[in-house]
């Protein structure tokens, strides 16, 4: 069982920028891939950014420009860094990964005020 756990969720303003890191328990070096998905309160789960193993990376169409998905192998580590974040951002930030199925991690809340 591979575990994700996130952090560097919180409170922003307007404009402003987080990092996200999602640790697993284990090598990140045979993953399939490793996404960003994210949750606002009343919709439904949406990809936001995804890297593969061979590091072919995509990004939805709200994001692009503004957010960047990198990993770190040594430290099993993929990273979401998010810029100019807008209130439509606001949502629960969750760490996947696919290694023989998908994992979870369990989340991190963003919310970015006016």
């Known amino acids: 069982q591979v575990q994700l756990v996130e952090s560097g969720g919180g409170l922003v303003q307007d404009g402003g920028s987080l990092r996200l890191s999602c640790t697993a328990s284990e090598s990140i070096f045979t993953f399939d891939a490793m996404a960003w998905y994210r949750q606002a309160p009343g919709k439904q789960r949406e990809l936001v950014a995804i890297?593969?193993?061979?590091?072919?990376?995509n990004y939805a169409d709200s994001v692009k420009g503004r957010f960047t998905i990198t990993r770190d192998f040594a430290k099993n580590t993929v990273y979401l860094q998010m810029n100019s974040l807008k209130p439509e951002d606001t949502a629960v930030y969750y760490c996947?990964?696919?290694?023989?199925?998908?994992?979870w991690g369990k989340g991190t809340l963003v919310t970015v005020s006016l």
């Open positions: 996947a990964a696919d290694f023989r199925q998908r994992y």
């Open positions: 890297i593969t193993g061979g590091g072919t990376l």
